[in-house]
T-cell receptor
Framework: GENVEQHPSTLSVQEGDSAVIKCTYS??????FPWYKQELGKRPQLIID?????GEKKDQRIAVTLNKTAKHFSLHITETQPEDSAVYFC??????????????FGKGTKLSVKP | GAVVSQHPSWVICKSGTSVKIECRSL??????MFWYRQFPKQSLMLMAT?????????EQGVEKDKFLINHASLTLSTLTVTSAHPEDSSFYIC????????????FGPGTRLLVL
């Protein structure tokens, strides 16, 4: 089945700097890769997603890149702000088998943006 | 659109009792709902997937007799933790997708369960 690895587990940046979180996946049939932001005690919120037919997607300060050959995808946050502080989870939608359609999550990255 | 609610938001119960958690899609019909469990500072672990009108599909290691899932309508799924024990204490989150096999999952606010 699918396995998603996420790095780093914690990331601390100064306000205004960029933050990059990377994930790798194992199932070459996976075709959908969302990123969720979860603040303490709250629900995960979808912030951006990318499908396997696209290499890059951008939404204001947030961008995601996908390298299908290497099976990795990354989240880029530019001009970070204190309110970006949260735990970020990447996920991959498995392509086939008993878990087809299920999202497999990475272990999360705790991002801290220092003012 | 795509709002998912959960009830209750938190519950404290005695060991041995059963607890029911409701997950509702408020403004869309959810063909598929997912139940996750999240321990402090850990990731979301999928427990089971339920499709309206059919039996839930449980992930490996999840006891179906302990975690009963019912998806009776296109807007409601319930998770019942039977004979709860302290080790069942966790944050339970549901999510819903509009169509079977749809990619985007919309998450509920979660239910924090504490079993004494």
């Amino acid at each position: 089945g699918e396995n998603v690895e996420q790095h780093p587990s914690t990331l601390s940046v100064q306000e205004g700097d960029s933050a990059v979180i990377k994930c790798t996946y194992s199932d070459s049939a996976s075709n959908y890769f969302p990123w969720y932001k979860q603040e303490l005690g709250k629900r995960p919120q979808l912030i951006i997603d990318i499908r396997s037919n696209v290499g890059e997607k951008k939404d204001q300060r947030i961008a995601v890149t996908l390298n299908k050959t290497a099976k990795h995808f990354s989240l880029h946050i530019t001009e970070t702000q204190p309110e970006d502080s949260a735990v970020y989870f990447c996920a991959a939608k498995s392509g086939y088998g008993g878990s087809q359609g299920n999202l497999i999550f990475g272990k999360g990255t705790k991002l801290s943006v220092k003012p | 659109g795509a709002v998912v609610s959960q009830h209750p938001s938190w519950v404290i119960c005695k060991s041995g009792t059963s607890v029911k958690i409701e997950c509702r899609s408020l403004d869309f019909q959810a063909t598929t709902m997912f139940w996750y469990r999240q321990f402090p500072k850990q990731s979301l672990m999928l427990m089971a997937t339920s499709n309206e009108g059919s039996k839930a599909t449980y992930e490996q290691g999840v006891e179906k007799d302990k975690f009963l899932i019912n998806h009776a309508s296109l807007t409601l799924s319930t998770l019942t933790v039977t004979s709860a024990h302290p080790e069942d204490s966790s944050f339970y989150i549901c999510s819903a997708s509009r169509l079977a096999g749809a990619e985007t999952q919309y998450f509920g606010p979660g239910t924090r369960l504490l079993v004494l």
